[in-house]
């Protein structure tokens, strides 16, 4: 079932190639899913592939080429003219996918490629779906669906399906709309299937109206939370006034589950924009380093911060022992405490108001921590015959920063987010630079006190 | 369309629970989805929310407890009898759902409910899904489905479909089988309905056999990216000699690549386990400890560290100023380092082999990073009018530690994932730790060497 693609088959496939021995080429190939097909093209040249590509069906070609990596599909398509792409690649895709690589393309070729598209609906729909704002329901959807009239019979209903059917790839749900195409209901699949309805039977009277949709301009995060909500492989598009439009399917939900959660993680571990492994090193620097200049002027404001205590330190350079340990532990509970709350407002299993609630919950489970290694420090210090001021300096400092990080961690994405500010942007470097700050004047001004010096 | 739970809903439903006024809870309650009357119960105490359970149609208030926060739904079923939950819940959902909510009982509860169920076949296949091991196709499968045997007419498949449909709630897919249970292929539902197939076509005929499948015990990971490579709403699970044994739908599929996300993102964090900001004090406590402690370990260890280079703060106090920035810039960098190889590896982005490419490429990246750094550092020192060997110190150990922290970030998720550990570890304290001690070592010798001290 699922296909290995082998270093002698890769070899096999690119001397095939090179020589030109289309039948054994399409003997490998035409047995594959157009799934691993593309991932056979990923590991070709942009000019091997275009090879392979131009023996195959057009649908099966066009469906390969939309499982490629995003810069592997440019380079391919560079090579292709306009003709081309409209007639192989364009012509063959659902709406939504064929947006999404129009938007790909440099600007004036998609132009020429929208006017070589056949039907003028389909690059209408194009159009439009290239309108719609990133991020938003809109610009997600496909416009390919099956939809009938409420007072139609279910034989004119059916004879409408079958026609509009042909154009649609996978029919999961057909859609009941008015005369003004405003959304109604759905018609339930399997009633029309398995139960014998009788042919003149208006559909209005088999339309199922309980039905989810959201709005063209809906948030596509709020697609994702609708359809695991309601457990709907598709979901309806509707205009402001109820006109339905288009249909989000359930991979395109995957596709923006899966962008929020790689971004989340990367904003958590200090990488902007969306990278993966396989970017070039300008592009993966340019995500990178300015989270580290970032860290950067954090570490100068902090060097500031201590150069305030240089006389303590020459009094005691131990003091400059442990102020890696304050600063670790105020980031690596800030992140914590700051992490729990970025996933419980993703997931919204934060419930609206309860700031002051959620605030004392993490204050006890702070204190917890604090306590616990606060005692486990003084216990390690007073062992190893650290000087006693030294020893609570550490531990007070220790406890204090605890509870402060996390109180800060979580307050900080939540006002973000009260102010519609990303909340994972405070678990980045950002946090753990002023919990950093705090935590070391905290310990210093500690010691002097301990130390009997004026602070 | 959507619903929104206000205050003043709630308080009225909570007075009409308490007077018992059911006409008007059902009068609320009833024209809501069940997901909303999920939303609502957890609002409701485990009373009050039984109360308006006991209202409702057995399938939707078995709907509606599926839609439950796990600790939620744990309570509300501690309240009810065994012969209720068998009778209104579990037999009215399907058999994945069912093996959840059993595995949430005691065992002795879930072994009397299992005894109660009056469809011996229910029981069988919920016993048959709690057998899996959790994190296995098998374990996220449901045993509903709709098959048909290949040397069926099409007048007998759809007389069968129709019988099996009634016990299905979403029909999306119907499957070919062969004597010996054995998946054929899958029957286009489309054709069925909207092409005029002779009733005496044999099924084997109209099969469509380009069908993808898992396995029973393949891992759920795996589930995740084989439906998101082929774009299926529904995978068929087979058993390892091939017969049809269960099916796994897109919800299920979504429910797993919220959980992976959210362990990922949480191992970033520093938490372990899967919490989430509704959990107890002690259950947060507990998954937050561990990780501070491995800090507090790792941060002793750096004190003892710095210890070994009393002598030299003792020289020059201000080397203590720049600590936290050699430290903080070692750990972001290998953070960063580590999440891209770590979401590599999940997304299967990284192709097999090449750590050597992989390493080079960081090292230019790096590169540019540390050579960035290391002079905007520098610049500041010397503007400030710092002395020469600590400016130098600082620049030198900030450039070195950069470039370890990319290599050591790169290689410990790449070894981990070599030797069947998650490599979501190395994005912890564990990474931070080590770059830490790593880069102050550089950082103290660098000094020694400039100051003019013997190393």
Not at 135 to 151: N, Y
Request: aromatic share 6%; glycine share 6%.
């Amino acid at each position: 079932m699922s296909f290995e693609l082998t270093k002698s088959l890769l070899e096999r496939l690119q001397d095939d190639v090179e020589e030109g021995r289309d039948s054994d080429i399409l003997s490998v190939v035409s047995e594959l899913h157009p799934a691993d097909i593309g991932g056979v093209l990923d590991r070709l040249s942009p000019d091997e592939a275009r090879y392979v590509l131009r023996l195959l069906e057009p649908e099966t070609a066009a469906e390969a080429i939309l499982e490629l990596d995003e810069d592997v599909r440019e380079k391919l398509l560079e090579g292709l003219t306009s003709q081309e792409i409209a007639e192989k690649v364009i012509e063959n895709i659902e709406s939504d996918d064929a947006a999404l690589v129009m938007s790909e393309l440099p600007e004036d070729k998609a132009k020429e490629v929208l006017d070589l598209l056949e039907d003028a609906e389909q690059a209408d729909d194009i159009e439009e779906l290239l309108g719609y704002e990133d991020g938003t329901a809109g610009a997600i959807m496909g416009k390919e669906l099956v939809k009938v009239r409420s007072d139609w019979t279910v034989a004119r209903a059916i004879l409408e399906m079958r026609r509009q059917a042909e154009e649609v790839d996978q029919v999961y749900t057909v859609y009941v709309v008015d005369k003004d195409e405003r959304l109604l209901g759905i018609l339930p699949l399997k009633q029309l299937l398995f139960s014998a309805e009788s042919t003149r039977t208006l559909i209005k009277h088999i339309c199922d109206e309980d039905v989810v949709s959201v709005k063209v301009d809906d948030d596509a995060e709020d697609v994702v939370s609708t359809m695991k909500k309601y457990d709907v492989v598709v979901l309806p598009v509707v205009t402001e006034d109820g006109r339905l439009t288009g249909r989000i399917t359930f991979d395109d939900v995957m596709d923006v589950m899966e962008e929020e959660a790689e971004k989340d993680y990367q904003m958590a571990s200090g990488i902007s924009g969306s990278v993966d492994s396989d970017d070039k090193v300008l592009r993966l620097t340019r995500a990178r380093l300015p989270w580290l200049l970032i860290g950067l002027v954090g570490g100068i404001l902090v060097a500031n911060v201590i150069s305030l205590y240089e006389e303590q330190l020459r009094i005691d350079p131990k003091l400059a022992f442990f102020i890696p340990l304050i600063a670790a532990m105020g980031g690596n509970v800030g992140v914590q405490s700051s992490a729990i709350i970025v996933q419980g407002l993703a997931n919204r299993t934060i419930a609206t108001g309860g700031i002051v609630a959620r605030l004392m919950k993490e204050l006890s489970v702070a204190l917890l921590n604090a306590l616990v290694c606060g005692a486990l420090i003084l216990v390690y210090n007073l062992t190893i015959g650290s000087a006693q001021p030294l020893s609570f300096t550490v531990s007070i400092a220790l406890f204090t920063v605890i509870i402060f990080a996390a109180l800060f961690g979580t307050l900080t994405p939540l006002l973000l987010d009260r102010v519609k500010v990303d909340p994972a942007l405070a678990t980045g470097p950002f946090i753990t630079t002023l919990n950093d700050i705090f935590g070391l004047i905290v310990y210093f001004v500690v010691g002097r006190l301990l130390y009997g010096m004026p602070w």
